[in-house]
Structure formats: C-alpha cells, structure tokens
C-alpha cells in the first residue's frame, strides 16, 4: 500500500522555540492532508485540513498561529508548533490521500511524531 | 455533525476464538464510507477494512469481516481465530461520501487484548 512518512519520529525541545514536523507521501500525490493530535490512549483529534496550494482549514479550538501547517507540493506537508509549551507535548500525526486511480476514499496516516516541550 | 461511538473500551479474547467489537454511528446522510483501523503499540494506523454504505454486501479481509447494518446504524468487527498480532486499539471511523476534503470522524476507540 501507499507509504506517508514523517520526520521527525521523536524530538524534544526546550519551552518557547518552534518545532517543525514534516509529512511526505512517498510514492503518490496528495491534494488534502490532515493532521491529527492523539494524547495517551485516547482516539485522534483532527487539527486541521491540508490543501496543497491553498490555507489550511482548522477545526474549532485549535489555533491557527500555534500550529502552522504548510502544503506547499501534493507530496509535502509541515505543521510548525510555534513558541511550544509543555502542554504542546503530544503525539502528533498526518494523514494523506490518495485520489489517484479511483482511491477517494483510501486515507494512508504517517507513523507520527512524539513532541516532548520541557 | 457525524458521531461514531464505540461502546466498549477494552475488550479481550482467547487465541483462536473468535471476537466482534461494537460501533454505532450517526448521520442524516445516505452515501457514505466507513472504516476500521487498527494502531498496535507502534502506534501506526493500519486499516483494517472498509465498507461503502451503497452496497450491501458485508466487506471481508481474510479474517476479519464487519457487519454492516445501515437500517442500525450500526458497523461491527468481528475478527476471527484471533492471533496475538492483533491484539492493538480498533477504532471505527466515518467519512462523507461526497469531497476529498472530507476528514475522518473517528470513535474512541477499543483497546483489544489477545490472551495467549
């Protein structure tokens, strides 16, 4: 099946500096991604909705100027965490698309990434 | 807005028996997909199966198979001669038929443990 990859898989950084985490779909072209955030054994919150090309859409709560996300190709999207703060610590995880050859509706998630703010 | 509820939190099952997990949904739409997506302790989701609501035929994947009950609102797993692999959390999921942009709606999720 179609692989989605993300960079990093783990990071840890310091209270007040930005983090960038990078989501590639590796061997297909993705018009829409999504970012999920997932806190222990609970189910995936939806952050927001990647359009390659154009302004993400976010879901009610989650602040635009925090999580800035990025779909600058059909095969790149980042979600910047700006000025993070402890309670950023998370599991955060993309999710890409496949529209080619009749697949609308097969949605392929990336391995995440664990984001530790101290 | 779309909800998808799964009733049971954790559930359990003997190696090689045999194991259906629950999920209801709701929505005032007719055409729509739904999903199950398994995330063993890589956490990396996998799905499992998927069911287009339009057809009526149940969808199977080796062994596992859902019950589809569009009248119910209703979209079980059942997983059978359960192998340790798949002991993980399931979660069902939604989508509207209509719109790539159409995110998943995704139920809480049942952790499933497979007693060896």
């Known amino acids: 099946g179609a692989v989605v990859s993300q960079h990093p898989s783990r990071v840890i950084c310091k209270s007040g500096t930005s983090v960038k985490i990078e989501c590639r779909s590796l061997?297909?072209?993705?018009?829409?991604m999504f970012w999920y955030r997932q806190f222990p054994k609970k189910s995936l919150m939806l952050m927001a909705t990647?359009?390659?090309?154009?302004?993400?859409?976010?879901e009610q709560g989650v602040e635009k100027d925090k999580f800035l996300i990025n779909h600058a190709s059909l095969t790149l999207s980042t979600l910047t965490v700006t000025s993070a703060h402890p309670e950023d610590s998370s599991f955060y995880i993309c999710s890409a698309r496949d529209v080619a050859g009749g697949a609308v509706d097969t949605q392929y998630f990336g391995p995440g990434t664990r984001l530790t703010v101290l | 807005a779309q909800t998808v509820t799964q009733s049971q939190p954790e559930m359990s099952v003997q190696e090689a028996e045999t194991v259906t997990l629950s999920c209801t949904y709701d929505?005032?739409?007719?055409?729509?997909?739904l999903f199950w997506y398994k995330q063993p302790p890589s956490r990396q989701m996998i799905l499992v199966i998927r069911q287009e609501a339009y057809k009526q035929q149940n969808a199977t994947e080796n062994r596992f198979s859902v019950n589809f009950q569009k009248a119910a609102k209703s979209f079980s797993l059942k997983i059978s001669d359960s192998q340790l692999g798949d002991a993980a959390m399931y979660f069902c999921a939604y989508r509207s038929f209509n719109s790539g942009n159409t995110p998943l709606v995704f139920g809480k999720g049942t952790r499933l443990s497979v007693i060896a």
């Open positions: 929505t005032s739409e007719s055409d729509y997909y």
């Open positions: 061997d297909f072209q993705a018009t829409t």
């Open positions: 990647s359009n390659e090309g154009s302004k993400a859409t976010y």
